[in-house]
């Protein structure tokens, strides 16, 4: 390996690699909506909004101003209300639990499989009662959960499914896209995701037409007419800026999800015979698109700090299970032990479209050390 390149850190993430490529048309469409003021809603998001839809397969993609509104959208439309209890996986970002909190439902909390870190739908089976309003599967680090479990929970009990797919943009169960099994789905075009905006962004996605109109309602203020407000919504709206990001990387995003799908091979090779470091697998019947790439170690902290120590920007998603947050304490520790195991372990090392081969090596080499 070349010396000079091991001394030269290596983000988690490289953002400025995939503005490169995208610079130049994006410029030129921003142009066009600068001269012709179309700044809130307009053709721009409308290309957007059809073009993602059509990407995934779902018959509408509303767009929304971030991720978190996405799923509380999605969460309303398909009715949920104060009161009624929602299934999710310890081990996710905070928002998904957030998006429940803030209808006024309660967030429940399952643990997870120790093979691929997804919502254990036993466990769902397990929580699931009369007062079950929704299960929320989360698409974790770019894989789909096995949602084709979970939707005969749901029926039975008479809730709904609505997926969290803002880490799966692309991702694909049986042939089938992350964010279009349950009635609804939010996603969030997070700078960092496989498909992220240049700011906040999200979208709904729905094949169901009342759905897809609610959700527009709500977060245009509760109104289709303007100052006639059939409903107390608020103000999420798909930003036009992004919509013109977004469709530009939208174009470029299955051959960036190959690349990424190729770093992992590639991490895997890198990894096969090296003790002490647990790698993702990848689900039967699953295409993954890699969002992160976690993997798992004893001493982890120690390990995550002899990373940064070389310029390897490793990180953890996520160090603290939602029922041990601060916001959700109430459920003491061993209520969920394969999430809190986990916790404990996980390490996302870095990946991204761009990486190369020898960024790669010089992370498992440091990796390797430090384990």
């Known amino acids: 390996m070349n010396p000079d390149v091991d001394l030269q850190p290596v983000p988690l993430v490289d953002l400025v690699a995939q503005q490169a490529e995208i610079h130049e048309e994006v410029m030129a469409e921003l142009a066009d909506v600068l001269s012709s003021a179309a700044f809130i809603g307009g053709p721009a998001v409308s290309a957007f909004e059809e073009a993602y839809a059509s990407f995934v397969g779902a018959r509408h993609c509303v767009g929304v101003a971030n991720g978190t509104d996405a799923l509380e959208l999605a969460l309303r439309a398909g009715g949920v209300r104060p009161g009624g209890e929602v299934i999710l996986p310890a081990n996710t970002f905070i928002a998904t639990a957030e998006a429940i909190s803030r209808i006024g439902a309660l967030p429940v909390p399952v643990d997870i499989d120790p093979a691929y870190l997804l919502i254990d739908p036993d466990a769902v089976a397990a929580a699931a009662t009369s007062r079950t309003q929704a299960i929320v599967p989360v698409h974790l680090f770019g894989q789909t959960a096995f949602v084709e479990r979970l939707i005969p929970v749901a029926n039975a009990c008479g809730a709904v499914v609505i997926e969290d797919a803002a880490q799966s943009q692309g991702a694909t169960r049986f042939g089938k896209h992350a964010g279009t099994w349950g009635l609804a789905a939010g996603t969030s075009f997070y700078p960092g995701k496989n498909l992220g905006a240049a700011g906040d962004a999200g979208a709904v996605l729905t094949d169901n037409p009342a759905v897809a109109a609610q959700v527009r309602l709500l977060g245009a203020h509760g109104s289709s007419e303007k100052y006639r407000h059939e409903a ?96 959700y304490a109430g459920a003491s520790s061993g209520s969920f032990p394969v999430a809190e195991e986990a916790a404990g372990q996980i390490l996302s090392l870095p990946l991204f479209p761009h990486i190369t081969e020898q960024q790669q090596e010089r992370v498992v080499e440091v990796l390797v050390e430090a384990t």
Do not use: C
Not at 244 to 271: C, D, G, I, T
């Open 232 to 327: 107390v919504g608020f103000n999420s709206r798909l930003d036009t800026v992004q919509a013109v990001v977004l469709k530009a990387k939208l174009a470029r995003l299955l051959s960036w999800n190959l690349r990424r799908r190729a770093a992992a091979e590639r991490y895997a090779a890198l990894l096969a015979d090296v003790p002490g470091v647990q790698f993702p697998l990848e689900a039967p019947g699953n295409v993954d698109v890699w969002h992160l790439y976690v993997v798992r170690v004893q001493h982890r902290d120690q390990v995550l700090a002899a990373l940064h120590r070389a310029g390897i920007q490793a990180g953890i998603h996520y160090p603290v299970p939602v029922h041990m947050s601060g916001a």
